[in-house]
């Protein structure tokens, strides 16, 4: 009778916790529903007040006229080689970083991370105009390396292998040691491999961000040859209408890159953000 008594709250408690997860994920997935039925309505029906929700036809060709409108092969392939380069950088970058700090001992070693972290704080968007210059300066307007190389330097992705790392046992440096390794094997051989859940983390956010990018790609390319899929789709919003159902099937088919990703990493991903925030 008592040990009834006991499980009937538990039931309670966990029908309670599967509806407002179902509610929760509902209003998640309702925008990108929305998103859908758009994109397959036709003109008038995506504008027309009170909203109309389901479709009276199904106008699949939007997907087709996409393609029409925007050189969307070529804005694809610039957004791939931006974030390949970016996410390659940051991951090689950010982990050095990270085991610096992590791992090592140096002079003014506390001070350093807390101005690295301290980065964090401050708007991205303050970082523009000195970003311009230097790519400027630099040659590279209007080029592949100008989209990824700014975003290479990240004290985001630093910080989550930073924890990581931390959590590490330090006795495997230590008999990494006793057998002769030096610092740079320790970090390739023994520290990265054991890193690969953060790394994870790090691979899908730093792709998110990279392939969601519309300011910076907005600024420092002009040439339409060399913009990104996120900017191609903005120029589709006109100052005398926007054709909705277009713009809504180049999101959706935008969007899909970034789905991939999360599905074949997201245990890592899961992983890798739970142990960085263990510590």
Request: net charge positive.
């Amino acid at each position: 009778m008592g040990r009834g008594a006991t499980r009937a709250p538990l039931r309670v408690g966990r029908a309670v916790s599967y509806v407002v997860l179902t509610v929760g994920a509902l209003l998640m997935v309702a925008p990108f529903l929305w998103q859908f039925l758009t994109s397959v309505k036709s003109l008038r029906e995506s504008t027309v007040a009170p909203p109309v929700i389901w479709p009276s036809t199904w106008h699949w060709e939007n997907y087709a006229r996409i393609f029409d409108v925007l050189p969307v092969e070529t804005m694809a392939v610039n957004s791939v080689l931006a974030l390949i380069l970016r996410v390659t950088g940051q991951v090689l970058v950010a982990s050095l970083a990270a085991y610096c700090f992590a791992r090592l001992r140096f002079p003014f070693q506390r001070a350093l991370l807390t101005l690295f972290l301290a980065t964090l704080m401050v708007p991205p968007q303050l970082f523009i105009i000195p970003q311009y210059e230097v790519i400027r300066d630099l040659g590279w307007l209007n080029t592949i390396q100008a989209l990824a190389v700014p975003g290479i330097f990240s004290s985001f992705g630093m910080f989550i292998l930073y924890q990581f790392m931390r959590a590490l046992p330090v006795e495997l440096d230590e008999a990494a040691r006793l057998d002769g390794a030096n610092p740079w094997q320790i970090y390739r051989r023994v520290i990265l491999p054991l890193c690969l859940p953060a790394l994870a983390a790090v691979v899908i956010m730093t792709s998110l961000f990279s392939w969601n990018d519309l300011l910076w790609p907005l600024v420092i390319n002009t040439d339409p040859s060399r913009m990104t899929l996120p900017v191609g789709l903005a120029t589709l919003q006109g100052a005398q209408g926007t054709d909705y159902p277009v713009l809504m099937a180049g999101s959706l088919l935008a969007i899909l890159p970034m789905v991939v990703i999360f599905v074949l990493l997201q245990k890592q991903f899961i992983r890798g953000i739970a142990m960085s925030g263990s510590k």
